[in-house]
């Protein structure tokens, strides 16, 4: 099943960031987005999320254009289907690590795991406020918020980017279980080549082009 169908999408930003690109992810399918600083990875990302609303070009979410969407099935898919992950976190600082986990149960209506905070190793740090946890304490607390939630669509901006190495590659083998598992599909923005090229697709955005080179 298609999950995301974007066609000649198009987004200008003082000056053109790209023009005339489309892309489609299916189940079960990760797609990575690479790019120098600046070349509109994360606009792009924002666009097919629906963060932005494209001026040129159509972005279809589990079959259905976005555009056409009542606003009440887009908010729908928004708050249950959609998980995204950024550098900046998002956290409510003056909860702790759990209260927030505990926001995503209840709009999502689905259960923490703690099996998926002992293997994101935030287990025994989850009942300290956000303030008290560090950059990669705090980024692995906003993908256990996220995977809480269960999207079909998992939209990521550099999510390893405050972690080690190691950690980084355990937090991207559970990204693609979890795809597995539930039908799902991730679209990764990154820098790192090597996190890229675990995805199933690879795109480069260069020159205002989208080129698949994976």
Known sequence: MNLLSAKKLSHTFECELFSDVSLDLNERESIAIVGMSGSGKSTLLHLLSTLLKPKVGTV?????DVSKMKKEKLESIKRYDLGLVFQSHYLFKGFSAYENLEVSEILSQKK??????????????????????????????????VLTKQP??????????????????????LFFEYIEKNSAGMILVTHDDKLANMCNKVYKLENKELIQVK
């Open 60 to 64: 279809s979410l589990l079959g259905e």
């Open 112 to 145: 923490i795991d703690l099996k998926l905070l002992e293997r994101l190793g935030i287990k025994d740090c989850v009942s300290q406020k956000v303030t008290e946890l560090s950059g990669g304490q705090q980024q692995r607390v906003s993908i256990a918020r």
């Open 152 to 173: 079909r669509l998992i939209f990521a901006d550099e999510p390893t980017g405050n972690l080690d190495t190691k950690t980084a590659t355990e937090v991207m083998k």
